[in-house]
């Protein structure tokens, strides 16, 4: 089955600095991978996602990206904020098919005023 | 619109004894989840469906059974609880199975003690 790593497990930054999360899946054949913030307390949600036909995707001051040769992706935040701190959890699966998510660990993210 | 509502949200359990989870949806989703996330492990799988009347194991079933017996709920059940299953219990929903954002609900935190 799928396995992700995520790296790393914490990270610290200032506010106004940008911040880098990256997973690695194991499963070629996977060709969705959604992105989740978790605030202390709360539930997951979906914060942007990508499709293995392209290579990139933004929202504002976040964005993924994807390596598909070396089966990697990676959320971007800029000019981070206090409000970004929360648990980020990276996801894979196949775009159709049964197909469930699999999580990777997480990362707990702190931005410091 | 309600989305995905657990029920309850706290309970506190001795060992060997039994409880259900109930997980209700209201967007007509097809395919629901339930997940446990423990410090540093990420969301793992215990089982899914993927429509009424139907189950299926995810990367940690043991321990825990089942039901979808209508479609906008989905029940966890422990038969005889223990230390190890000490866990945030998380349900989520989707549209299809594959490449689709999964609605988490609020979460339940169970303690086996």
């Known amino acids: 089955g799928e396995n992700v790593e995520q790296h790393p497990s914490t990270l610290s930054v200032q506010e106004g600095d940008s911040a880098v999360i990256k997973c690695t899946y194991s499963d070629s054949a996977s060709n969705y991978f959604p992105w989740y913030k978790q605030e202390l307390g709360k539930r997951p949600q979906l914060i942007i996602d990508?499709?293995?036909?392209?290579g990139e995707k933004k929202d504002q001051r976040i964005a993924v990206t994807l390596n598909k040769t070396a089966k990697h992706f990676s959320l971007h935040i800029t000019e981070t904020q206090p409000e970004d701190s929360a648990v980020y959890f990276c996801a894979a699966s196949m775009n159709s098919g049964y197909s469930t998510l699999t999580f990777g660990k997480g990362t707990m993210l702190l931005v410091s005023p | 619109n309600a989305g995905v509502t657990q029920t309850p949200k706290f309970r506190v359990l001795k060992t060997g004894q039994s409880m259900t989870l109930l997980c209700a949806q209201d967007?007509?989703?097809?395919?629901m989840y339930w997940y446990r996330q423990d410090p540093g492990m990420g969301l793992r799988l215990i089982h899914y469906?993927?429509?009424?009347?139907?189950?299926a194991k995810g990367e940690v079933p043991d321990g825990y059974n089942v039901s979808r017996l209508k479609k906008q709920n989905f029940l966890l059940g422990l038969e005889s609880a223990a230390p190890s299953q000490t866990s945030v219990y998380f349900c989520?929903?989707?549209?299809?199975?594959?490449?689709?954002?999964?609605?988490f609900g609020q979460g339940t935190r169970l303690t086996v003690v």
């Open positions: 967007m007509n989703h097809e395919y």
């Open positions: 990508i499709r293995s036909n392209v």
């Open positions: 469906s993927v429509g009424e009347g139907t189950t």
């Open positions: 989520a929903s989707s549209y299809r199975q594959g490449g689709t954002e999964a609605f």
